[in-house]
């Protein structure tokens, strides 16, 4: 049973999350081709090489969405817009057609009483932009300020909030050491670059809304708890280097004007010249700090001539959702107080994602999702945990209104209340939108 809205302050937002490339269908409506298009296209990269050309379509379905966000109750709706859209070539002439779906994305939402909390990046790099260097180029932070502009100065006076960037980690470590995102690449120095210039094209963004004069503006990261993998010093140590790396590093940046020592220590030679004079763009004042939280990991030390930050991952004991990923709900409160503790003090926090791919609705009833409405009343139990130690937790998003492109893996996974038919497109709401339904219920 999920709790009900009244088991929380009055004025807790929830909300649901999507992201652009992964609901809208960009081969629609005048985009241009991004980085993930051509990652898709590589063999190899994406399972099936499936793409996000049509994906839910919501280009053409966004008034039945909308319809089905607020039959939920959601208060607030986190999307984010399309660089590509708004600029088929990063730079230049805007798509008019791409202007004006999120122009009507936005009064759809507040004719219908949605706050619209909007991200300028999740994910799609405009391939024009990736082909001069993208992340690791320092001009993107100029060509992103760009960006925002043209479609803040459209959308921006409606919004309920804004954040630049979807997950830094993701971004830059992610697609440029991990390789499991476009652009795809296992380099050390490009990610030094993608990690820094990233935070440079927050701040740089910032600036550009608060000259609008647009308020409500924050920075959302993603944090995976990071466990040792064994009761080893070695284990330890590689648990606490994966948990700067990952959790540390960037809100440090965004909120204290520097790096963590331990990751300092292996990135520092790659870093960019001069990227300690930066901190004064990147350390602008926020109005909120998001966090996306899903799961933990385990890690042990790498053999002992693997290159930094020699660390391995291991496979952990708890049960799983249908990415693979521990269910372990534990790790929210730890992150949360963390923030407040460490980095954020009394800036409004929000979980700006937090959900599951189902297991249960693979086999059998597609609209039956048991394990999705236990795994949110656990991470709602401990947001309420959060909030009573003080926490200022004051709103939590679920990932995802819709099933949508998994990115790498293409469309198996399903994290949607709402099932998607990939052969129609049509919608069905599964049991947890009924859930939510009947919590949200006033
Ligand atoms: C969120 O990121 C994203 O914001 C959202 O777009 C996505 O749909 C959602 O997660 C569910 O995955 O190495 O290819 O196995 C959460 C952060 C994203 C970090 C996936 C780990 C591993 C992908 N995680 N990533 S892969």
């Known amino acids: 049973m999920l709790p009900h809205r009244s088991d929380f302050p009055h004025d807790f937002l929830f909300g649901a999350a999507t992201s652009a490339y992964q609901i809208e269908g960009h081969a629609a409506g005048g985009a241009g081709r991004t980085h993930w298009d051509d990652f898709a296209a590589t063999p190899g990269n994406v399972e099936g090489a499936e793409n996000g050309a049509i994906a839910c379509d919501h280009l053409h379905r966004m008034d039945e969405d909308l319809n089905l966000l607020k039959a939920a109750?959601?208060?607030?709706?986190?999307?984010?817009?399309?660089?590509?859209?708004?600029?088929?070539?990063?730079?230049?002439?805007?798509?008019a057609q791409g202007l004006d779906f999120y122009d009507r994305l936005i009064d759809g939402l507040l004719e219908r009483g949605i706050k619209p909390a909007a991200t300028l990046y999740h994910w799609e790099l405009p391939s024009a932009l990736s082909d001069l260097g993208g992340w690791r180029n320092r001009d993107i932070a100029n060509w992103f300020a760009d960006y925002t502009e043209v479609i803040m100065s459209r959308i921006g006076d409606r919004v309920w909030s804004a954040a630049p960037i979807n997950e830094p980690w993701c971004v830059s470590w992610l697609s440029h050491f991990e390789g499991a995102h476009a652009p795809g690449m296992r380099d050390i120095r490009a990610t030094a670059r993608a990690m820094h210039h990233v935070l440079l094209a927050h701040g740089r963004a910032t600036q550009v809304m608060r000259e609008l004069g647009m308020k409500n503006l924050g920075a959302v990261c993603n944090m995976e708890f990071a466990a040792p993998a064994q009761a080893t010093d070695g284990s330890h140590q590689a648990a606490q280097v994966q948990d700067?790396?990952?959790?540390?590093?960037?809100?440090?940046?965004?909120?204290?004007?520097?790096?963590?020592?331990?990751?300092?220590?292996?990135?520092?030679?790659?870093?960019?010249?001069?990227?300690?004079?930066?901190?004064?763009?990147?350390?602008?004042?926020?109005?909120?700090?998001?966090?996306?939280?899903?799961?933990?990991?385990?890690?042990?030390?790498?053999?002992?001539?693997?290159?930094?930050?020699?660390?391995?991952?291991?496979?952990?004991?708890?049960?799983?959702?249908?990415?693979?990923w521990e269910v372990y709900p534990e790790g929210l409160p730890h992150f949360l107080t963390m923030m407040q503790h460490e980095y954020t003090g009394d800036l409004p926090i929000y979980v700006t994602e937090n959900g599951m791919a189902g297991q249960t609705e693979l086999s059998g009833n597609p609209l039956s999702d048991p394990d999705r409405i236990a795994y949110l009343a656990a991470h709602l139990g401990q947001v309420q945990a959060a909030l009573a130690q003080g926490v200022p937790v004051k709103g939590y998003f679920i990932w995802s209104l819709l099933d949508n492109y998994e990115w790498a893996l293409g469309y198996a996974p399903r994290f949607g209340l709402i099932h998607v038919d990939w052969a129609t497109l049509n919608r069905y709401p599964k049991a947890s939108f009924s859930a939510i339904k009947e919590a949200l219920k006033s």
């Open 244 to 324: 700067a790396i990952y959790n540390r590093f960037f809100i440090s940046g965004i909120t204290k004007g520097y790096y963590p020592d331990e990751v300092l220590g292996g990135l520092e030679p790659h870093l960019p010249e001069g990227w300690q004079d930066d901190f004064d763009t990147i350390t602008q004042p926020i109005d909120w700090i998001g966090l996306n939280y899903y799961t933990r990991k385990l890690y042990d030390a790498a053999p002992t001539d693997a290159p930094w930050p020699a660390t391995i991952e291991v496979e952990g004991p708890l049960p799983k959702t249908a990415m693979n």
């Open 73 to 95: 109750g959601f208060d607030v709706y986190r999307f984010s817009t399309s660089w590509a859209r708004v600029l088929p070539d990063g730079r230049g002439t805007p798509n």
